[in-house]
Structures are given as structure tokens and as C-alpha cells.
């Protein structure tokens, strides 16, 4: 049920506040980090509400609200969140800090993100960059309204946001033309990366920049296997492109795959089920998957059941000369076990977006480590930026700017999460 005004008068306000009234005319100018922007409330009687965890504007004695705009790494956010005016108070944090519930992060770390969010009534975060599990959740007393991005944020407890009455809002990937645009788009970065690791496109660049030449052979693809651990959505369409552009020959696994799905699989990705007697996604054990896979590309979604999927007694199948690709989530791989196969060179190498700690800490073996050198296998990183497609990312600030605008003329807040 979305959430309208008059439900949230209760979490924006004191009670007996019932009429908004905005002011036009104040116009603060904002700065790169902030926008002020002034709310003011009227009660029925004249009397203004009291409300502790507004904070008074000195310009024009009215009530600033505060908003936080968490890991916005690559500052869209301002373009929209700036269009605001002089009633809220916009405060933008790029420094990720490590995730609350994290078993490692030390309770001063988990201190300083308290002290950093507790201002705060309204929380935009971007995807699933900063947990809110149910203690940080409670120590969090004034939010009010939490907006996310996506369908779905598994690193929030939504059953702790409904027991504050807290609404979660999300926003939905709205690139103009293109119904499944962070599907196309995650999919072609993790095409990109799969021909960047197969022929050293990153390394050789550092060469060039460096002085050097060419270093290393590259491996063609064309005629190999390319083993799908995950055949929904995103699987099919990297099935799809390696197996009719390069002539891959296609396998895959998950824990309920049978042949039958995969053939229809084969038949939504608009390629025949056989040809010449070999299934087109040949549906294959677990085993299987890993020791024949010449690249081995990650599909899953990240749930209890998948955390782990993948451990040392997987990879040590694989082929010497074989790839492993992770464009989905990092937890699904046991990462010390693949730090470990990597650091000892028993596969050609891997191409990762995504890890257990994002962003990854300086001193992260995957920063520190000299890959492709001293036996090593090589390793192409980037910074979980599959899906951050320029259109998508603006889509998603856009939306929830016109949330909180939605919110101030009393209109439904959309998508709501729970």
C-alpha cells in the first residue's frame, strides 16, 4: 500500500501538526555540500508544533529538515537533490564506512556511523553500499523516511524499518527506451570484463603507459566453454551473446536446473534448444560446471542459501588456463579460498566487480597484490560499477527527489518496499 500524507504526519511530524504550508519566496544558495531548503508547519491553532529533531533555520525561523545522501561515489546526486530550496538541509557522505553487522568492523566504527547518520530524518542510500540491520536501525531515532534504489535492498531489515513505521521507498531503473536497462547494462560490463581478462586489455594498457609492450599472450574464446552458474535473467543473456557472437559452447548449473528448463532458457534467449543433437545450454552437475568451464561466469542473487555457494573444493576443479567471473555478489564465493587459488596461480585468472567489503579497505589483498607477477594468476577489478549506467544512476535520484516532493503536496510516495 504506498504510503500517503496523511500516514506519515505521525513519522514528519509532532502530532497535532495537520496543515503544510511552503514558502516559495527564500531561496538559500547551496554549496557543494549542502542544500538548505525550509519546511513550515502550521498548526490549526497557530501554534507551531513541537518537533525536536527539526532544526531552526536562522534566516527565516522555520524548520529545516535533514537529509543524509549516503555513497553517492560519482556525485549525481547533487544535480537533483540541490533543486530543493531553503527547507532541507542536504548533507552528502561519499566515505563509505565498514558495514555495521560487519563480524570485523569494531564497535568505534560502528560508533562514528551512528553519530554520522543519528541528525538525520530522511536517508537516501544508493543499492546495498550501507547495511541497516536492525541494532543500527534502532539507534537511529530521528529518521523518518528511509529511500533506496532498486526493487529490493537486502542489507536493510525491513521488518525493524515496519516496527518504527519507518517507510522504505524505492526507486526503479528508469532509462529513457530501455525496460531492462540495468539488465543490458550489467550484462555488457560483464562481457567487458570477460574480454578484458581473456585478452589482457588492462594490463597491457598499464604497459603502455608505463614504457613497456606487449607482456602476455591472450587467450581467443571463440569455440570454448562458457559455464553459467545461475541461468535466470542475467545468465541468459551472457548465454546468449558468448554462444551467437562467439560460438561458445554453453553450460550451466544452479541448484534446481533441470534440462528441460534450460531448453526453454534456450528458446526465451531466441536460439534453438539443439543443433546437430548438443543442447544449446546443456544443463550440467556442479562439478561438472567448474572442471569444464573455460570461463566460468557467477549469476546468482545473494540469499542465505547462496552465501558460500562457491569454496575451495569448486575452484580447485577448474582448468589452468580457465577464467572465474563475479558481476553479482561477492559473499556468494567463499573470497579467502579464491585469494588463495589466485595468489598460487592455478587459474589463468579472474575478472571481479563486486567483494565481501565494499569499498575495498587500502590494505585489501586484492589492492596490495602484484597479479599477473611472481606466479600469481591475473586479476581484473572494478569497483561494482556494472549497473552504474549513467541514465539509470540520474533515474534513481531523479525518483527519489520526486518522492520527497510527492511527500510535500501530500501525494503517495512509489515504489513503496514493505
Given at each position: 500500500?504506498?504510503?500517503?500524507?496523511?500516514?506519515?504526519?505521525?513519522?514528519?511530524?509532532?502530532?497535532?501538526?495537520?496543515?503544510?504550508?511552503?514558502?516559495?519566496?527564500?531561496?538559500?544558495?547551496?554549496?557543494?555540500s549542502?542544500?538548505?531548503?525550509?519546511?513550515?508547519?502550521?498548526?490549526?491553532?497557530?501554534r507551531r508544533?513541537?518537533?525536536?529533531?527539526?532544526f531552526?533555520?536562522?534566516?527565516?525561523n522555520?524548520?529545516?529538515?535533514?537529509?543524509a545522501?549516503?555513497?553517492?561515489y560519482?556525485?549525481t546526486s547533487?544535480?537533483?537533490f540541490?533543486?530543493?530550496?531553503p527547507n532541507?538541509?542536504?548533507?552528502y557522505?561519499?566515505?563509505?564506512?565498514?558495514?555495521?553487522?560487519?563480524?570485523?568492523t569494531?564497535?568505534a566504527?560502528?560508533d562514528e556511523?551512528v553519530?554520522?547518520?543519528?541528525?538525520?530524518?530522511?536517508?537516501?542510500?544508493?543499492?546495498?553500499?550501507?547495511?541497516?540491520?536492525?541494532?543500527?536501525?534502532?539507534?537511529?531515532?530521528?529518521?523518518?523516511?528511509?529511500?533506496?534504489?532498486?526493487?529490493?535492498?537486502?542489507?536493510?531489515?525491513?521488518?525493524?524499518?515496519?516496527?518504527r513505521?519507518?517507510?522504505?521507498?524505492?526507486a526503479l531503473?528508469t532509462?529513457?527506451?530501455?525496460?531492462?536497462?540495468?539488465?543490458n547494462?550489467?550484462?555488457?560490463h560483464?562481457?567487458?570484463i570477460?574480454?578484458g581478462?581473456?585478452?589482457?586489455?588492462?594490463?597491457?594498457c598499464?604497459?603502455?603507459?608505463?614504457?613497456?609492450?606487449?607482456?602476455?599472450?591472450?587467450?581467443?574464446?571463440?569455440?570454448?566453454?562458457?559455464?553459467?552458474?545461475?541461468?535466470?535473467?542475467?545468465?541468459?543473456?551472457?548465454?546468449?551473446?558468448?554462444s551467437?557472437?562467439?560460438?561458445?559452447?554453453?553450460i550451466?548449473?544452479?541448484?534446481?536446473?533441470t534440462?528441460?528448463?534450460?531448453?526453454?532458457?534456450?528458446q526465451?534467449?531466441g536460439?534453438?534448444?539443439?543443433?546437430n543433437?548438443?543442447?544449446t545450454f546443456?544443463?550440467?552437475?556442479?562439478?561438472?560446471l567448474f572442471?569444464?568451464?573455460?570461463?566460468?561466469t557467477?549469476?546468482?542473487?545473494?540469499?542465505?542459501?547462496?552465501?558460500?555457494?562457491v569454496s575451495?573444493?569448486?575452484?580447485?576443479?577448474?582448468?589452468?588456463?580457465s577464467?572465474?567471473v563475479?558481476?553479482?555478489?561477492?559473499?556468494?564465493v567463499?573470497?579467502?579460498d579464491?585469494?588463495?587459488i589466485?595468489?598460487?596461480?592455478?587459474?589463468?585468472?579472474?575478472?571481479?566487480?563486486?567483494?565481501?567489503?565494499?569499498?575495498?579497505?587500502?590494505?585489501?589483498?586484492?589492492?596490495?597484490?602484484?597479479?599477473g607477477?611472481?606466479?600469481?594468476?591475473?586479476?581484473l577489478?572494478?569497483?561494482?560499477?556494472?549497473?552504474?549506467?549513467?541514465?539509470?544512476?540520474k533515474?534513481?535520484?531523479?525518483?527519489?527527489?520526486?518522492?520527497?516532493?510527492?511527500?510535500?503536496?501530500?501525494?503517495d510516495?512509489?515504489?513503496?518496499?514493505?
Open positions: 500500500m504506498p504510503i500517503t500524507l496523511p500516514s506519515v504526519r505521525a513519522l514528519l511530524r509532532n502530532r497535532g501538526a495537520t496543515r503544510y504550508y511552503y514558502p516559495a519566496a527564500i531561496r538559500a544558495t547551496p554549496t557543494s549542502t542544500s538548505p531548503l525550509t519546511i513550515i508547519h502550521h498548526h490549526h491553532h497557530r508544533p513541537q518537533f525536536p529533531h527539526r531552526l533555520s536562522s534566516k527565516s522555520t524548520m529545516v529538515t535533514k537529509i545522501v549516503l555513497d553517492d560519482t556525485d547533487p544535480e537533483f540541490n533543486q530543493l530550496g532541507y538541509e542536504v548533507v557522505f561519499k566515505d563509505t564506512l565498514l558495514p555495521y553487522n560487519g563480524a570485523t569494531p564497535q566504527i560502528k556511523l553519530k554520522r547518520l543519528e541528525p538525520f530524518e530522511i536517508i537516501s542510500t544508493m543499492r546495498e553500499r550501507t547495511p541497516f540491520p536492525a541494532e543500527l536501525i534502532a539507534r537511529l531515532p530521528n529518521l523518518k523516511v528511509f529511500l533506496t534504489t532498486g526493487h529490493i535492498n537486502r542489507a536493510v531489515d525491513m521488518e525493524a524499518m515496519a516496527a513505521g519507518i517507510p522504505v521507498v524505492g531503473d532509462a529513457p527506451g530501455d525496460a531492462d536497462n540495468n539488465l547494462c550489467t550484462a555488457e560483464t562481457v567487458a570477460i574480454l581478462i581473456a585478452h589482457n586489455i588492462a594490463a597491457d598499464a604497459n603502455v603507459h608505463a614504457g613497456g609492450w606487449q607482456t602476455q599472450t591472450k587467450i581467443k574464446l571463440s569455440g570454448k566453454t562458457l559455464g553459467v552458474l545461475g541461468l535466470g535473467r542475467y545468465g541468459i543473456v551472457l548465454a546468449r551473446v558468448f551467437a557472437a562467439m560460438g561458445m559452447k554453453i550451466a548449473w544452479s541448484p534446481n536446473l534440462q528441460d528448463a534450460a531448453d526453454e532458457r534456450a526465451q534467449a536460439l534453438p534448444v539443439e543443433t543433437g548438443v543442447k546443456r544443463a550440467v552437475s556442479k562439478e561438472e572442471s569444464q568451464s573455460d570461463v566460468l557467477l549469476h546468482l542473487p545473494l540469499s542465505e542459501r547462496s552465501r558460500g555457494l575451495a573444493v569448486d575452484l580447485q576443479r577448474m582448468k589452468p588456463t577464467f572465474f563475479n558481476t553479482s555478489r561477492g559473499p556468494i567463499v573470497e579467502k579464491l585469494l588463495d589466485l595468489k598460487q596461480g592455478k587459474i589463468r585468472g579472474a575478472a571481479l566487480d563486486v567483494f565481501d567489503i565494499e569499498p575495498l579497505p587500502a590494505d585489501s589483498e586484492w589492492r596490495t597484490t602484484e597479479w607477477k611472481n606466479g600469481t594468476s591475473n586479476v577489478l572494478t569497483p561494482h560499477s556494472a549497473y552504474g549506467e549513467d541514465e539509470s544512476m533515474g534513481f535520484y531523479r525518483q527519489q527527489l520526486e518522492n520527497i516532493q510527492r511527500l510535500e503536496r501530500g501525494e510516495m512509489l515504489p513503496l518496499l514493505h
